[in-house]
T-cell receptor, first 115, second 113 residues
């Protein structure tokens, strides 16, 4: 069974700093997707970034980028020039490519951006 | 385009009561999912559906039932509510095929006392 582990329950950084959130996963699959979801206080789940396992190039979305290390089964999220609006829970998630495409979520990292 | 809508937003149930959480999507998505999120935890899959008339169990299906009579609707039924079902419930949908992003509803906060 797949598992997703986020080892940092909570983090705080100053506004404008760069922060990296860690995620490791366990799978025997070769084809899968990895995601980072953001959940602000509103509770809405928002997709931040997505990485296809077959792509070697790390995904980027504006200030958000990932460091995908397939052999190490590591998928960290880097937030550059952090903003107060980045304050949220961040969930790492794994999805293997099959009929149902279920997503397995980590327990989350609570990120506080301090003014 | 309303996306994924859920009703109600909040509900308090007494132990042993039943209720249905409604989920509707207007994006013509084939795949729909129900998750629960316990305090300080990630989301766990309860049930999912890959199309109208097809449903299957997820990680934590006990105490719940679902149906999928239309593409748009995917209600979640709680029978004999228990305190362990106190949680926030999220519905999500996805187009399917090669489109992997799941779109989430705003959630329903349920308390069983």
């Amino acid at each position: 069974a797949q598992t997703v582990t986020q080892s940092q329950p909570e983090m705080s950084v100053q506004e404008a700093e760069t922060v990296t959130l860690s995620c490791t996963y366990d799978t025997s699959e070769n084809n899968y997707y990895l995601f980072w979801y953001k959940q602000p206080p509103s509770r809405q789940m928002i997709l931040v970034i997505r990485q296809e396992a077959y792509k070697q190039q790390n995904a980027t979305e504006n200030r958000f980028s990932v460091n995908f290390q397939k052999a190490a089964k590591s998928f960290s999220l880097k937030i550059s020039d952090s903003q107060l609006g980045d304050t949220a829970m961040y969930f790492c998630a794994f999805m293997k490519l099959n009929r149902d495409d279920k997503i397995i979520f980590g327990k989350g990292t609570r990120l506080h951006i301090l003014p | 385009n309303a996306g994924v809508t859920q009703t109600p937003k909040f509900r308090i149930l007494k132990i042993g009561q039943s209720m249905t959480l409604q989920c509707t999507q207007d994006m013509n998505h084939n795949y729909m999912y129900w998750y629960r999120q316990d305090p300080g935890m990630g989301l766990k899959l309860i049930y999912y559906s890959v199309g109208a008339g097809i449903t299957d169990k997820g990680e934590v299906p006990n105490g719940y039932n679902v149906s999928r009579s239309t593409t748009e609707d995917f209600p979640l039924r709680l029978e004999l509510a228990a305190p362990s079902q106190t949680s926030v419930y999220f519905c999500a949908s996805r187009q399917g095929a090669t489109l992997y992003e799941q779109y989430f509803g705003p959630g329903t906060r349920l308390t069983v006392t």
